[in-house]
Structure formats: C-alpha cells, structure tokens
C-alpha cells in the first residue's frame, strides 16, 4: 500500500513545506497481458479494479481510460447520493453503494467528503403526496430510511422555498431520506486510483481502445492505441459511449445516449443544507461545500452526444429553480456543462456479461451512476472474478429484456433516468 | 435548434418528439421468437455521428425521418416514409 495520509503526516509535510508528498498512482505503461482488463477509468472501472485486486485478491489488472481518470461522467454529475428507489431489486443495489460509501474514506484513505445532509423529493399536489407516501413505505419496508413529511417540515428545513400562495407548486410535503446526500466525485475517482495502485493495479491513461481482439468468437483482449493488451477477461464500464464500444464487438444494446445539463451559480453564503428534488419542476439543487448553487434537471429531449449545453433544456431548469427558490434568480451562473448518459428502456443499469464470451458490462446507469460506484465496481469485479452473477446483479442482466422481468424506477419511484 | 418539419417547414426543437429508431418489425408475428422480438423492441444502434432517426412534430402530428448528426447535432437531412423502411 502506498504512503498513509493521516494527521501527522500532513504536520510532517507541513514543517517541510509540503515538497515531500509522494505520487498518489503511478502513470504505468501497459504489459502486454492481463488477468482483468477493465476499459474506463471513471469511478466505476477504477472501484471494479480495486474490488478485484482487494476483495478477490486479483493483482494483475489493468485500467485501461482514453483520456485522463474521473474526465468523463465521474467528473460531470451533481455529486448526489441516495438509494431512495421503489423496488426490491434496485434498493439492495443502490443501498449497497451507499453503505460503501459510509465507510469509504476509511477503507480508501482518501476522504471523499461524504456530507449525509439528506435528501427531499417535494411534492405539491394529493396525487403527488400519495406517490410519495407509496414511496417512503417502500423505501422502509425495504430497509432503508425514509421520512414522510408534511409542509411545516419542509419550511422549517427549507426556509428560502417558495411558500407563497400564489406559487404554481407549494411545498406540501414530501419524502426525505437522511443517509442521502453528497460526495466529492474527484476525491471518490482518485481515492479508488490510489487504493488500487497501492495494491498492484495498473492504471494506464491516454489509451484508447479501438477494438477487440477476439479468438474463436471470444474476447481475449483490446487493441489499443498502445498496442494490443491481452487478458483473461475484458470489463467494460464506458459511461456515455457502451452502445459505440461494444459496436466494435458486434454487440448492441438497449441503449440511448442523451445529454444531460448541469451547471453552478457563483459562490454564496450558506444557504441549502439538503440536497432538493422538486417534483413540480423536475430540477433538483444543492449546494456545494465551497458556497456555490449545484443545479441540474431532467435529460435533453433529443438523443446527442454532444458534451455540451442546450439552451431549452437549461431554461427548464432554471425556470424550475427560481420557481422553487426564488431568491436564487438573484445568482449569477458562473459553470455550465453537459454529460453524456446512457439511458436504457426500463431506467435501470445493465450489469452482466455481454452476448459474446469473456467480455462484461457495467453500463446503463442513466443519470444515476455516480451514487451507484461503490456497487458496480463490487458487482462487476465479482463478475470478472467469478464468471458469474452476485445475487445482487442477477436482477439487472441483459436477458430482462426478453423475459420481460423489467425494473422500471421511471415508473416506481418517478427518477426518470 | 430548428427541425424540418416536412409538412410546416423549420421549426423550434421543442415542437418535437423523438420517437425511436427505424427499423423492420419482424414477421410474421407467429414466428418471432422472444429474443428477436426483444430485439425489435428494446436493441438500438445509438450511433455517434449520421443517425437516422423517426420524429413527430407535436403541432402538426406528422411523423417523419430526421438524419441528424449525433455528435454536432447538425441536422442532415428529412424525409416523409412512403412505407416503413
């Protein structure tokens, strides 16, 4: 394991003039095989990486990213973190990813600024608070906590909410989940970098993989932009680009791809200690450690892979804001960016092997997979390690598709990712 | 951004409704087997760059062919189907 960071190092580096940190991960060049390669150096690829080299004692993996580590969808999301989902089979997946994140600073030794401020789905209308009602029962029937609230919560907890009456969406109520919140995403991207370097995993950035390499009708490895790399099993956890890598592999998926807006105010005083939904408006908030509105809503009406904004989509979005909290018209936007999501049918991941022998995936995850990296990386590392399902990814298998066994959470808890 | 509506000319974006991919419905109905069914159903391409893609502009109901380019969201391009290609 790499140097320990702890209080009395950072007193050490400080009298010394802070020159003597060492490198977090090394920059390694690829060897030409593998056990384990995982293609994407996003959050999901880095924590599958470290889960095979930690839980399963595999060492010789690879991470193969084309750009730098956490650039892609890890570096572009709003930070949110919550499993406040509908069903079953969705609650044990995201709640395993919010239990690791619980303990991750410690397990990595990296603090990733876990912030558990809760999170609150507000509703407006008796149809809306029924929902809610269905969902917060749901939610504790399924072990996870939830909360029902009336209006004099939320204007006690949400000062600066619209409450006037003459307000198109009046705060009535809503579901808030307590061990939701937010995580610094850079911090959970290098975090499992460091921790997976320490333990002999290879993190190879600026290397883009242009194929597969395939022997009789199996993937035994990628060809790269760095030469071929060959290895035993190939995951794939490429947020915003699954349908255009496994066309190299002659794989299509039940996928489309569709930007999705963000953007941060400048800086204020703190002012939002929860992280809001707003059922009327479908934009959400927080705000950030450094004092700055988080703000982001629904996907793009048309299906694009341009990293970039779109103007009618970020006027709902901040129609909804100001709508919901008025006194942020006020904010000057300082940031505005787009990501690319890949959103399948039913609103859920898809995680399992792919149609062709020795190549998994981890993709799918629509909006949502910051909050999932914990779990997908245990997930498509128990895949990798064992060639076959974890009883949690079993559910989200491609072969729902044909049997009809949907998850839809667009429909149960109304996330229409 | 303005689409073309074949039938009311350049329009705003958010007139528009993306309704999926054109692709053939496998037949006869009796002989699709579940995972081709699935298939037809759920499978898309989702190419980066020309996709030709069916839309409804919401004012007029019509439903055509857009080519577009995913990747510079330039539009290439609208047809109205004789047929379902």
Partial sequence: MTARYSALTILRQGLTGHKGWPQAWRKARPKPAYDFVIVGGGGHGLAT??????????????????????????????????????????????????????????????????????????????????????????????????????????????????????????PNGGVFHPRGGTARHDAVAWGYARAADGLGVDIVENCEVTGFVMQNGACVGVETTLGEIRAGAVGVAVAGHSSRLMAKAGVRLPIHSYTLQAMVSEPTKPCLDTVVLHLGTGTYVSQSDKGEILIGGGLDRVPSYGQRGNPPMQEIILSGLTEMFPAFGQLKLMRQWGGVVDVVPDSSPLIGPAPVPGLYLNCGWGTGGFKAIPAGGVLLAHLLANGSHHEISRPFDLDRFRTGRLIDEAAGSGIAH | ????????????????????????????????????????????????????????????????????????????GAETPGRAS
């Fill in chain 1, 49 to 170: 990486a470290y889960y095979l080299a930690r839980t399963h004692g595999r060492r010789s993996v690879a991470v193969i990213e084309k750009g730098w580590i956490g650039g892609g969808n890890t570096g572009r999301n709003t930070t949110a973190v919550r499993s406040n989902y509908f069903y079953p089979e969705s609650v044990a997946l995201y709640d395993l990813a919010l239990r690791l994140y619980e303990g991750l600073s410690r397990e990595l030794n990296f603090n990733v600024m876990l912030s558990q401020r809760g999170i609150l789905n507000v509703a407006h209308t008796p149809g809306q608070m029924e929902i809610a009602a269905r969902l917060a029962n749901a939610m504790q029937l399924n072990g996870v906590d939830a909360e029902l609230w009336g209006p004099d919560e939320i204007r006690k907890r949400l000062p600066l909410i619209s409450q006037s009456l003459d307000s198109r969406y009046l």
């Fill in chain 2, 1 to 76: 951004m303005l689409f073309p509506c074949p039938f009311c000319g350049p329009r705003d974006e958010t007139e528009f409704h993306y309704v999926g991919e054109p692709k053939p419905r496998p037949e006869p109905a009796g002989t699709v087997g579940e995972a081709d069914w699935a298939d037809y159903l759920y499978v898309n391409a989702n190419p980066r760059g020309p996709a030709r893609e069916i839309w409804l502009h919401l004012a007029c109901m019509d439903m055509f062919v857009m080519t577009r380019d995913t990747a510079t969201n330039a539009v290439l």
